[in-house]
């Protein structure tokens, strides 16, 4: 908002008129041209809404923590490789239509439940066990710190319509207390971890919010027109999303003040019939931090396409330069927490550092998701993780935070380079990303570095050191004035240019000097 004011000069008088000036001087600063910009006004189409700028903090925060926490914690399984959060529908929805993994993860969800819980056992019951007598949000607040990340996403609501804070919605559509204040822990979980998330300075708090409810009792299943052979229910629909869904959003958005609005469960119906458009005109001209949320592309068959930054899932990113996008995964192969996973499921420090450094290096962001367990505790292993990456980003954050795409992200080693499916960057093994940056099959190319940059500042992120002690750097122009040195390293590097490359000294390092474990930056000055 710009604010303008002609200056006003006035003689003073006697002393006795002092006071009386002073007034007249208040008065007219109050009145003396206030010039306001014209706000802008989003309308409910994508015409409008997708001329909203992305907040700049977004693109500068780079690494952000993922927390998938609700009833689905109780039970807390899944076959490996699969989502424990989908627990309940495994359980008990609709399998027809589904793919052949989605079956056979049902049936072994229900093979678990009988065994272990009993077939009298429902879902709803799991709300006495969803007891998070651990949960210290102070303390995770602190984790979430010492990670490096700069902003978390919360699930306030996932797909099975349990909300995390006192939703009246919730409970009055399903005919029970279905909200953690009501139920459970009796406790408003998502007001006590945004309260110590924004006590920590430099770190944002987001939230996850489905608008999908799987069993909704005002939309109930048979209704939704989840498949091509469902014709839905309009009536039912529009009762949920005005009486359930819109109340509920504008609920978190006005308590909570979100600066991340993650969407979900859109995928399988448009964004008509979800009404989504006018929520986002709601949020765009009425949030109490409309200058500060961000959301992402989950409204309703949109994605890629339309609203604030793009999504991938265990997924490889975007290629174009141009979108502002963001990759989410777990630690493991499950959002929420899943008791069936190994230590084999669970991504080393290094995978996970070099994840973040292939992202950012693409222009992305980095989602990483922990499950905490029904009693509130963030699981030592996930732990482990994210304070591993925390001391890695102490050294060599400067190469990630507030950095953009350079020209080319990465410098490739001779061979062929491999295009990898989705389905290899979600199960894959090893990892794409680990194989391209440190073990490439015979006669693949390497990734020898990720590229990122700020202003005339170029980082070159290193995965695997040469063992001669030499790096060559490829297509990159120095100026006179440019210096080179690896981050946590003190001393500048001596370097030569070559025609083609420069051919850099790097420093000796040995355990006790190296200044981190896993990829080395190095910062180059004035470079193009």
């Known amino acids: 908002m710009k604010t303008g004011c002609s200056c006003v000069f006035l003689k003073t008088g006697k002393d006795k008129d002092m006071k009386k000036q002073q007034r007249w001087i208040v008065f007219l600063v109050l009145f003396c041209g206030l010039s306001f910009a014209k706000m802008e006004t989003y309308e409910p189409t994508w015409a409008s809404l997708d001329q909203r700028e992305n907040p700049a903090w977004f693109g500068d925060a780079k690494f952000g923590i993922f927390i998938h926490w609700g009833l689905y914690s109780v039970p807390a399984y899944a ?74 996403v919360l699930t306030s609501k996932h797909h099975d319509g349990y909300c995390l804070w006192p939703s009246q919605e919730a409970s009055e559509s399903f005919g029970m207390a279905w909200n953690s204040v009501d139920s459970g822990p009796r406790r408003d979980l998502v007001g006590e971890l945004t309260e110590a998330v924004r006590a920590e300075d430099d770190l944002k708090m987001g939230l996850y919010y489905s608008i999908w409810d799987w069993f909704n009792p005002y939309w109930p299943e048979a209704d939704q027109p989840t498949t091509r052979k469902k014709k839905g229910n309009d009536q039912t629909r529009k009762k949920y999303i005005r009486e359930v869904m819109n ?114 290096s693409r222009g992305g962001n980095f989602l990483l998701d922990i499950g905490p367990t029904a009693d509130g505790r963030i699981p030592v292993i996930m732990e482990d993780r994210l304070i591993q990456m925390g001391e890695w980003l102490e050294v060599n954050g400067e190469a990630i935070y507030g950095t953009r795409r350079w020209k080319k992200d990465c410098q490739w080693s001779e061979g062929t380079i491999y295009a990898y499916t989705k389905e290899e960057f979600h199960h894959g093994i ?66 030569k240019v070559h025609s083609n490359h420069v051919e850099i000294k790097l420093p000796k390092l040995n355990p006790s000097n190296a200044p981190c474990s896993h990829v080395f930056v190095l910062r180059i000055s004035h470079a193009k």
């Open 79 to 152: 076959p490996r490789g699969t989502y424990a959060e989908w627990y309940w529908h495994a359980k008990d929805g609709d399998q027809s239509g589904k793919h052949q993994a989605a079956v056979g993860r049902a049936n072994a969800i229900n093979d678990f439940h009988n065994r272990v819980y009993g077939a009298d056992v429902e879902y709803k019951d799991f709300r006495d066990q969803f007891t998070c007598e651990m949960f210290e949000p102070t303390e995770w607040a602190k984790v979430f710190k010492r990670s490096g990340a700069k902003y978390v």
């Open 247 to 360: 109340p509920q959003f504008k609920e978190i958005v006005n308590l909570y003040s979100p600066a991340v609005i993650f969407s979900d469960g859109d995928w399988w119906m448009d964004d008509d019939k979800w009404e989504t458009k006018p929520l986002l005109a709601w949020l765009f001209n009425e949030a109490p931090n409309k200058e500060e949320v961000v959301i992402n592309d989950r409204w309703g068959q949109v994605r890629k396409k339309h609203g604030g930054y793009f999504t991938t899932e265990y997924g490889s990113g975007f290629e174009d330069p141009s979108i502002l996008w963001e990759e989410n995964r777990g630690i493991g192969k499950s959002f929420g927490y899943n008791r069936e996973e190994t230590f084999d499921d669970y991504n080393s420090a290094e995978l996970l550092i070099l994840m973040l450094c292939d992202i950012v």
């Open 430 to 495: 090893p990892d794409p990303i680990l194989e391209m940056a440190t073990c490439p099959k015979p006669g693949q190319a390497r990734k020898e570095c990720y590229f990122t940059k700020k202003d005339d500042t170029l980082y070159a992120l290193i995965p695997v050191l040469p063992e001669n002690g030499v790096f060559y750097l490829n297509d990159v122009n120095l100026s006179k004035n440019s210096e080179i040195t690896m981050l946590g390293v003190q001393d500048n590097l001596d370097y």
